[in-house]
């Protein structure tokens, strides 16, 4: 079975511009997670997707949004990128019951660096 | 507010054992989780524990204690291999939103 892929792993973008990520969760997982990681804030909760709805959101600005496909597969858009978005974006899917699992496996993230 | 805590760094000798402690403040607990992330690479999962006690899995074992918020990861027999970060995060709900604590990185030293 293949992983959690997400494209795509490299980023750089300009102050400013918005930017389109992309992750395609495990085959048959329906719940597909986001989170920030940078070195400062560590791993910080986005949101969360299930069945096409936001299920559960983080405390990030409106800047942040994301949608998720009938498929499964999930984008999250960040737009009037900052310097301060420059981090790791991962994204992690889960089965079970209400897509909701004691286990989530994470996808190798997309390196965003903003200049 | 949420509060998550572990220590920062450790080093240990190949062979020994280490103890990662973790302390949690959150407004709901629906299970804490152990992963760990060797550098540049995504988390993968070590443990899961949502009654108190201690779970064993391998060489690593996850304890729970609920009353105090406390929770630890136990490496046993080190290995190189095990020089990466661990993350402790809780669950407060019914989804799958992880709150996590910002990592404690051990050093495996021959």
């Known amino acids: 079975k293949a992983g959690v892929t997400q494209t795509p792993r490299y980023l750089i973008k300009t102050r400013g511009q918005q930017v389109t990520l992309s992750c395609s969760p495990i085959?048959?997982?329906?719940?597909v997670s986001w989170y920030q990681q940078t070195p400062g804030q560590g791993l910080q909760f986005l949101f969360e997707y299930f069945s096409e709805t936001q299920r559960n959101k983080g405390n990030f600005p409106g800047r942040f949004s994301g949608r998720q496909f009938s498929n499964s597969r999930s984008e999250m858009n960040v737009s009037t990128l900052e310097l301060g978005d420059s981090a790791l974006y991962l994204c992690?899917?889960?089965?079970?019951?209400?897509?909701?699992?004691?286990?989530?496996?994470f996808g190798p993230g997309t390196r965003l660096t903003v200049t | 507010g949420q509060n998550i805590d572990q220590p920062t760094e450790m080093t240990a000798t190949e062979g020994a054992i280490v103890q990662i402690n973790c302390t949690y403040q959150t407004s709901g607990f629906n299970g804490l989780f152990w992963y760990q992330q060797h550098a540049g690479e995504a988390p993968t999962f070590l443990s899961y524990?949502?009654?108190?006690g201690l779970e064993e899995k391998g060489r690593f074992s996850s304890f729970l204690s609920r009353s105090k918020g406390y929770s630890y990861l136990l490496l046993k027999e080190l290995q190189m291999k095990d020089s990466a970060s661990y993350l402790c995060?809780?669950?407060?709900?019914?989804?799958?939103?992880?709150?996590f604590g910002g990592g404690t990185r051990v050093l495996v030293k021959p």
């Open positions: 085959s048959g997982h329906r719940s």
């Open positions: 524990n949502v009654l108190d």
């Open positions: 992690a899917s889960s089965s079970g019951l209400a897509g909701v699992s004691y286990e989530q496996y």
């Open positions: 995060a809780v669950r407060e709900d019914a989804g799958n939103k992880l709150t």
